[in-house]
């Protein structure tokens, strides 16, 4: 299957933002400890059928908790999250978050696009991935609501494929603020949210993380998750990075139409349009690399449709961004 190759990161910081400073300078020798989960739960243990899981790059679902940073690097990014907690945001789901700190921090970024990090998630995910395309969708940082009890963010899937949750702060000894996912599939957590029933207790699983620079890595888009609200005044912030795989057979999602409601309005087409365009490159790159000399016309039919396909879809995202409403499952227990 031929690997995308990866689209560099922009060279020019969109309009509004800046570098940090001063902050950490991001070094994988001292920073990173990556370790292997324990357990993986598959996209079948949650429910998905065969032919769901055939559309998907991977068929994990979850891991069990695995170690991302040593304790400097959990320090370091520890550091860098609290000096860009000037910059949190709201939206819809989350009352405070930074996206696009990967504009703005030097070490956020080159944690973000490491690609230490990311072949040592491909190893965890079971299929190549790349650090993703779309710079917002790198280094997302959630910062605990200023109230006790309001969940950090509802009950949600992802609007990209493949990323990690790692704690930036230690989630030890605080109380609350469990990250959660339902074992179950995003279909039946609609239908309960349709039907106004509770999620029952016994399908919410909340995995223990050791402390500081520990991550699940998820099929972000099929698993339904939450981060709950703190019961008693505590810091917590986690840090989310966001990847796309690597096989360009598989690229196509993002959910641009939810991102536009999130995301600064000069950048989010920009970065859309650009993760598009880069998807059509290699698809190109890949066609013009390996010429094929063959009676069979289907095949080249097929490419120019999926390429069509790609594009036409696109457009339609952008051009009906405005009529996108706001998709989560709520605040359920
Ligand atoms: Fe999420």
Known sequence: MPIAEALPFP?????????LPSEPVFDPARHLALEMPETRTSLADLGYGADEIATCPSDLGITSPFRVLS???????????RLLSVHATSNFRI??????????????????????????????????????????????????????????????????RIDYVMFVTDPRGVKGGEFQYFRGTKHEMKALADAGKPIPADRIVSPTLPGPGYAVLQQGNMVVHRARGLTEPAERI??????????????YFTRY???YLVDPRHVVTEEYTRHVAWMGREILRHRLDHPSYSEDRSAEV??????????????????????????HFGDGE
């Open 302 to 327: 097929a490419s120019f449709e999926r390429l069509s396909t790609l594009f036409a879809a696109a457009a339609n995202e952008i051009r009906n961004a405005n009529e996108a409403h706001a998709e």
């Open 71 to 81: 304790d400097e690097g959990a320090a370091c990014m520890l550091e860098v999250a």
């Open 95 to 160: 009352e405070r978050m930074v996206r696009g700190g990967a504009y703005r921090s030097r070490f956020l970024r080159d944690l973000s696009l490491s690609p230490d990090v990311s072949d040592w998630i491909a190893q965890i995910f079971g299929a190549p991935v790349l650090p993703h395309s779309i710079p917002h969708q790198l280094g997302h940082l959630n910062y605990n609501p200023e109230r006790v009890g309001t969940n950090v963010d509802k009950w949600h899937t992802d609007t990209l």
């Open 238 to 251: 986690t840090m989310v990075n966001g990847y796309v795989p690597g096989e360009i057979v598989f690229p």
């Open 11 to 19: 060279t020019t910081l969109p309009r509004g933002f800046a570098h």
């Open 257 to 259: 139409d939810q991102l």
